[in-house]
């Protein structure tokens, strides 16, 4: 064949060159393009979830924001602070009263305050330490607000318990309207970090001046967003809003403004993330939301990369896939979070007028003052059902004419009117009104939804007064109807396309299977035929050195040579199979938990001889941990950093080791080689990636640390390499921690560290566990001696009922479901029987059905997945625990 002219050979060079370069550009530009896209979708979806996070807030606000409006006209309460020198008795009966009230509204404290601030009466006057009762509470924005304006809201610590909480007060005024008194709500609203904890993302809120109060994300409370001025911390201090005034800045870098409130961000804890926010306008706060880029943006690049390789499409596909899979679980899991959010969104509209129930029969007659600024329309009667109270947003809900609402009115008369114009929906007029009248008649409470001709929805709650008579709220949730229709069909239509996408991607993944099994076996017949000349060479090369003569040294020099370079080349090869083997997924693995001792110990044995015979020294760390993961791979895994660790360091020593990281175990190698640079670090993870500086003539063949990485990624573990210059590497590997009660007796005693906490709520409470699992029993046993409870454990129905006798029932009973050939709920009722009574049933199970769901409803049992957290176990033990006593 003719070679090319120099020239030509320059120009399609040259051509290569620039379509190169023209290429590379094309693809930054469209990786920017996309990543931008990527990143303003899930700004979309991330506003969607923040609207429905505000929205269970500011319901849960709303629940409470009229018990001290209506406290407030309570004539006992008015009577007692306008006494000039109020009896103990008067308090103590007030604090009765208001613990009643606390405990059927479920808020934190009620308090009452004079005209001077002075705790007169609080729900938790009972409480020694922790009592309001007897505090000046003068310096509070939310008592000075509200003795001058009527009310007023505000977020601080407690002074007496220092709980943070949402405090609503409501001025308590005389006959001639002059303020006597506060009456003050404390809602406490931790329980929203909990849930903002269990969605995608970090959720918080922030107050006007910039400071973080609520966080789903631990320790970013009370940081501040921007530094305070003089005058801010001053007026915290002042008001001890929240303790000491807080200093710390929420550390970030902008990145880039995506426009319309959108703005991505550089934290150090964090990373990458959208920053999201959506002001929370009543209370003057500004609900944040962080949500991490980095899916978007390996997905956006991914597809710019395929674009840039398409003749590397092959190898490419597998990444595309992964990366679209998991973008699709990201998408769906958002899906659901959003219909959890909307369906807690709706138990907290249903239950937003709880509050009216208890104070209702002591507001004042006619159109009522201190109810105008509720957004449900309200009205009151009375015992022989005539009008006695109403707001004007009832006037207005039902366009009554002026004066036709009137204190003494029969509710008859307005069931009346309204029937006239439609609004009791069809049939005969007089049994509609009787109808109501016998709901008013017999005290029931009752909720309904009632969609009117213009479309408008109007939920409709009716609950009995304690001293007689009926208070019904009218609200209009047209907007809300509509935002749960418009969600259905948008989680209906990204389904739709997410099963589109499937299938695309599921052909593409049978067609790279297809390549990617032929490469392999490619690769393992290549290899197995390069290596059968080699072998043939070295057995050639053991026959010449026997025929050498002992005086030819510079001849044995050079078979040495020729061994040495046969051996590497062998070792090349046989690297090159096993990353084969790893990226075919050939190699099985054998996941189970193990001591991680004997194998360090083996290692530094196997290594340290080496070490020795080089001039360093080998230390190994001792530990008891247990590890969960493939003992062989793991071994190949560190033998490769022992084994550069070794290479690479001229004088010093070697550490092996490993140190507790949370649920896992991380196993670190220490040298005190020449370092890595940084722009290496990346680099090394290569295939035939070296560094310079091997001691002697050994040099590796720039394949381990590659099989290494995709070893890690098989097994799931994460590797780590920290280095300084001229100061040595630290090579380790994340693995994750196994269960010693695998490796261990059951009948072992138990450590000093597993003495029972005496702080528990738990304690002294007997408890049963039946479960056919024995390493489950084990550990819940184990765990519940630790909160102070007397443990029983019955692996099996048999076993349950022989050790069940009359009047010794548990005071709790945690229950699994399938128990071989019989299932929990069909072993209780005989139990029971013979306990003669029933204790509190917890069903713990592996299962995630929804009908054994509504099958502990329905009984009034507990429920609990095992793998939910044990803090969330703790918390359901101790709620029904403490509610059976």
């Excluded at 001290?68 to 309460?77: F, N, T, Y």
Aim: with cysteine; glycine share 8%; net charge positive.
């Amino acid at each position: 064949m003719p070679f090319l002219p120099t020239s030509r050979r320059r120009s399609g060079l040259m051509l290569l060159c620039i379509a190169a370069t023209v290429i590379a550009l094309l693809s930054l530009v469209v990786m920017r393009h996309l990543e931008r896209r990527s990143l303003l979708d899930d700004a979309e979806q991330a506003r969607e979830q923040l609207r429905l996070h505000g929205d269970a807030l500011q319901a849960l606000i709303e629940r409470h924001r009229v018990l001290p409006a209506v406290l407030a006209l309570d004539p006992e309460i008015r009577a007692v602070l306008a006494q000039a020198d109020i009896r103990p008795a008067d308090a103590e009966r007030i604090s009765r009263k208001l613990e009643r009230v606390n405990g059927a509204a479920a808020t934190s404290t009620l308090t009452l305050l004079n005209r001077d601030g002075l705790a007169l009466a609080a729900s938790n006057w009972q409480a020694v330490s922790t009592s309001n009762v007897g505090n000046s509470y003068n310096f509070r924005p939310y008592f000075q607000r509200a003795m001058r304006d009527g009310s007023a809201t505000f977020y601080a610590e407690g002074v007496t318990t220092a709980v943070p909480g949402y405090f609503l007060s409501q001025a308590v005024r005389d006959d001639a309207g002059n303020a006597i008194g506060v009456v003050v709500v404390k809602v406490v609203l931790r329980p929203q970090e909990v849930l903002w904890a269990e969605a995608p993302g970090n959720v918080f809120a922030s107050d006007g001046n910039g400071v973080i109060f609520l966080s789903s994300q631990t320790g970013w409370r009370y940081h501040v967003l921007h530094a305070l001025d003089d005058v801010t911390r001053r007026r915290l201090t002042t008001t001890r809003q929240y303790g000491q005034v807080p200093r710390q800045v929420l550390k970030y870098r902008l990145i880039e403004d995506l426009g319309d409130g959108v703005r991505r961000v550089r934290m150090p804890d964090v990373g990458d993330v959208i920053w999201v926010s959506r002001p929370l306008s009543p209370e003057g706060w500004t609900l944040n939301l962080l949500r991490p880029t980095r899916d978007s943006i390996v997905a956006a690049r991914t597809k710019a990369g395929a674009i840039a390789a398409g003749l590397l499409v092959l190898a490419l596909l597998g990444f595309v896939l992964r990366q679209r899979r998991r973008l699709a679980q990201l998408r769906e899991r958002s899906r659901v979070e959003l219909e959890r959010l909307v369906k807690h969104h709706a138990q907290e509209l249903r239950t937003a007028q709880d509050g009216l129930v208890h104070a209702a029969h002591t507001a004042d007659y006619g159109e009522s003052h201190s109810l105008q600024h509720l957004p449900q329309g309200v009205c009151v009667v009375d015992a022989q059902l005539n009008l006695v109270a109403w707001n004007r947003r009832y006037v207005e809900l039902f366009r009554f004419p002026p004066g036709f609402i009137q204190v003494g009115r029969p509710i008859a008369d307005v069931f009346q009117y309204n029937a006239k114009r439609g609004l009791l929906g069809p049939g005969p007029i007089e049994e509609a009104i009787e109808r109501r009248l016998t709901h008013l008649r017999s005290g029931k409470p009752h909720m309904h939804e009632r969609e009117r001709g213009d479309g408008s929805v109007i939920e409709i709650r009716g609950n009995p007064l304690p001293d007689g008579g009926f208070v019904t709220s009218y609200a209009d949730i047209t907007a809300y109807k509509n935002a749960a229709r418009d969600l259905r069909s948008l989680a209906d239509t990204l389904s739709n396309r997410i099963d589109d996408r499937t299938r695309d991607l599921a052909d593409a993944k049978r067609e790279a299977e297809d390549a990617n099994r032929s490469k392999t076996r490619f690769v393992a017949a290549a290899v197995h035929d390069l290596l059968q000349p080699l072998n043939a060479a070295r057995m050639f090369l053991s026959v010449l050195r026997g025929r050498l003569p002992d005086t030819d040294a510079a001849t044995r020099d050079i078979a040495d040579n020729i061994d040495s370079a046969l051996a590497a080349q062998d070792s090349i090869l046989n690297s090159l199979l096993d990353i084969s083997r790893l990226e075919s997924g050939a190699l099985e693995t054998r996941i189970r938990d193990f001591a991680l001792d004997p194998l360090l110990e083996a290692l530094a044995r196997e290594f340290g001889i080496l070490a020795t015979s080089r001039g360093l020294s080998l230390e190994r760390v001792a530990t008891s941990a247990v590890v969960h993961s493939d003992e062989a791979l793991l071994r190949r895994i560190l033998q490769n950093f022992l084994s550069n660790a070794v290479r690479y360091t001229r004088r010093g020593r070697i550490v092996l080791g490993c140190r507790r990281d949370g649920a896992h175990i991380r196993i670190e190698i220490h040298d005190t080689g020449p370092g890595i640079p940084r722009a290496r670090q990346k680099e090394i993870f290569e295939e035939f990636r070296r560094l310079d500086g091997g001691s002697g003539q050994e040099r590796g063949t720039g394949l381990g640390l590659a099989i290494v990485e995709r070893i890690a990624r098989l097994l799931g573990h994460q590797i780590g390499l920290r280095s300084r210059q001229e100061h040595g590497s630290v090579f380790s590997v994340r693995v994750p921690r196994g269960n010693a009660l695998v490796l261990n007796s059951p009948d072992k005693p138990k450590s000093a560290t597993e003495e029972p906490q005496a702080d528990s709520l738990l304690a002294g409470c007997r408890v049963w566990c039946i479960d056919d699992d024995p390493r489950i029993s084990q550990a819940t046993h184990l765990l519940l001696e630790r909160w102070g409870c007397r443990v029983e454990i019955a692996d099996d129905a048999e076993q349950a009922l022989a050790a069940a006798t009359l009047g010794n029932a548990p005071d709790l009973l945690l229950l699994d479901v399938r128990l071989g050939a019989t299932t929990g709920p069909e072993l209780f009722p005989l139990l029971a029987q013979r306990w003669g009574q029933e204790p509190v049933v917890i069903l713990f199970t592996a299962e995630q059905d929804e009908a054994l769901r509504a099958l502990a409803r329905e009984r009034g049992w507990g429920f609990l997945s095992k793998q939910a957290r044990t803090s969330a176990l703790r918390s359901l033990m101790t709620h029904l625990y403490q509610r059976s006593r």
